[in-house]
């Protein structure tokens, strides 16, 4: 327990010094980070001072208590800054863990002339709760076997990269491919058009798939098809499992089922929708393919950018892209959302099952990247599933019983627990924020956000009275 208390202290101390970073660049705001810099570095300090280094004892159950303690440390933590600048409480709160999760989610307005620290603040959370989703996902979650997650590990270790031969190397590699991404998002975005500080901000914000933007109309700020293609692409290969960039690099294999099975999806659904707006909505095909092709992936792969209110589309429009919601990008990716694998893997155990109803004495085994699922994985997965479900539908049904309408209600649901961003409707879709809802909601959702960037049942455990039995049996002296 020692060990969680003092990453928990580094991770604040982390923060502080992200804030002095944006201090010493923004002295609009320079009163405002130094002053969070030191509560937060002070709060860290005592954490490190308390605790010990030493892993000596550190269990699997200490793991989950890790994994969920940070995040909301980092959340708080990102949340003082905003916080001391003019936010509430609850407001700080909400853009932070929304920011921290990468969900996109704002209650801000006046965007434009908001000041560039904050802005810049705001960015830096998000490509930080990207990485670390990253590291998480990876290293973490398999272990934990957090909705079939042990899958995951054989294919990005054992399969995929056994030229790497440690943790620290492959954590080196996917931040090196992840900066780099960066790096080269934002020179083009620089040839695009846009300023430096618009470049640096927004490419941090669409490789982590984020979707925070200095602007209130979000990425339709920016009119080029140029930045708009640009930022589709880039949006994409943040979506992407960074397990598969380095098998790529190391081995020279791009072959993934849960790749492919996304892009051919996106692929079916832009090309239904740029259709669908070429005929209905008198758009030139080459305009209606950029259009869906922007807001498709962005959605699909949780960002949340937008360049237009889709949901003026049409029913078919506004029915397409609540359900993409829920979709996600690939696992190992920055993405939010349900993510491609266990979809896959859920479509194929139900055509397993439909072949048993029929065919009782038939053998059915499920495979995976050429691997036969295992029974753990199966069931991992569609527990997965059920608490997704069943999440939402308390999120919703509660958000009803605070008083919001049934399409805000279930949107913001849905686009908190998949990390998303704006939802459907005219309050909170993407021509709106969340800042009108009641403080009961946003707290509300701040809770579906976490739960949704930790895939729940990380978070879950800890509200069981055996799991706190278990780590008090393990004794001070071991835990």
């Given at each position: 327990m020692s060990?969680?208390?003092?990453?928990?202290?580094?991770?604040?101390?982390?923060?502080?010094?992200?804030?002095?970073?944006?201090?010493?660049?923004?002295?609009?705001?320079?009163?405002?980070?130094?002053?969070?810099?030191?509560?937060?570095?002070?709060?860290?300090?005592?954490?490190?001072?308390?605790?010990?280094?030493?892993?000596?004892?550190?269990?699997?159950?200490?793991?989950?208590?890790?994994?969920?303690?940070?995040w909301m440390s980092a959340a708080l933590a990102g949340a003082v800054p905003l916080a001391l600048w003019q936010l509430s409480p609850t407001d700080a709160f909400f853009e932070a863990m929304s920011g921290i999760t990468t969900t996109g989610s704002t209650v801000m307005?006046?965007?434009?002339?908001?000041?560039?620290?904050?802005?810049?603040?705001?960015?830096?959370?998000?490509a930080v709760g990207g990485v670390g989703f990253i590291v998480t996902a990876i290293a973490l979650l398999p272990i934990l076997k957090v909705g079939g997650m042990q899958l995951f590990r054989t294919e990005s270790s054992d399969k995929g990269d056994k030229e790497l031969r440690s943790a620290a190397l492959f954590a080196t590699a996917t931040l090196q491919i992840y900066a780099g991404l960066i790096v080269l998002c934002a020179i083009v975005y620089l040839a695009g058009g846009m300023n430096l500080f618009d470049a640096i901000t927004h490419a941090m914000t669409t490789l982590s798939t984020g979707g925070y933007s200095g602007y209130d109309a979000?990425?339709?700020?920016?009119?080029?098809?140029?930045?708009?293609?640009?930022?589709?692409?880039?949006?994409?290969?943040?979506?992407?499992?960074?397990?598969?960039?380095?098998?790529?690099?190391?081995?020279?294999?791009?072959?993934?089922?849960?790749?492919?099975?996304?892009?051919?999806?996106?692929?079916?659904?832009i090309s239904v929708?740029?259709?669908?707006?070429?005929?209905?909505?008198?758009?030139?095909?080459?305009?209606?393919?950029?259009?869906?092709?922007?807001?498709?992936?962005?959605?699909?792969?949780?960002?949340?950018?937008?360049?237009?209110?889709y949901t003026l589309w049409g029913t078919l429009a506004v029915v397409a892209f609540f359900f993409l919601m829920a979709v996600g990008g690939c696992t190992g990716s920055t993405a939010g959302g349900a993510k491609a694998m266990r979809w896959l893997i859920f479509f194929r155990l139900a055509r397993a099952q439909i072949s048993r109803v029929y065919s009782p004495n038939r053998v059915v085994s499920v495979k995976y990247e050429g691997r036969r699922v295992d029974e753990d994985v199966a069931s991992g997965v569609v527990s997965f599933f059920i608490f997704y479900a069943a999440t939402f539908a308390a999120l919703s049904i509660a958000l009803t019983l605070m008083g919001v309408d049934m399409t805000t209600a279930t949107s913001a649901a849905l686009t908190s627990l998949a990390n998303v961003g704006p939802g459907i409707g005219d309050i909170i879709g993407p021509a709106g924020n969340f800042a009108t809802l009641s403080d009961p909601a946003k707290l509300l959702l701040i809770l579906g956000m976490f739960l949704g960037r930790l895939e729940m049942l990380t978070v879950f455990v800890l509200f069981t009275p055996r799991f706190w039995r278990e780590v008090s049996e393990l004794?001070?002296?071991r835990g």
């Open positions: 060990f969680v208390i003092f990453v928990n202290g580094l991770t604040l101390l982390f923060f502080a010094a992200l804030m002095v970073v944006d201090a010493a660049f923004f002295h609009a705001t320079a009163g405002v980070f130094m002053l969070a810099a030191m509560l937060v570095g002070l709060a860290g300090t005592a954490l490190c001072l308390v605790s010990s280094a030493d892993l000596k004892g550190m269990q699997r159950l200490h793991t989950f208590l890790m994994t969920s303690s940070v307005s006046g965007l434009d002339q908001t000041p560039r620290g904050i802005i810049m603040w705001r960015a830096m959370l998000q979000s990425f339709g700020h920016f009119q080029s098809p140029f930045l708009q293609w640009s930022a589709t692409l880039f949006m994409l290969l943040g979506g992407l499992p960074f397990a598969w960039y380095i098998r790529g690099v190391y081995r020279g294999s791009f072959a993934s089922e849960q790749v492919r099975m996304m892009l051919w999806s996106l692929a079916g659904v929708l740029t259709l669908w707006m070429v005929f209905t909505r008198d758009v030139g095909l080459f305009d209606a393919l950029r259009m869906v092709s922007f807001n498709v992936i962005s959605v699909v792969t949780t960002t949340g950018y937008a360049t237009e209110d004794g001070p002296a």
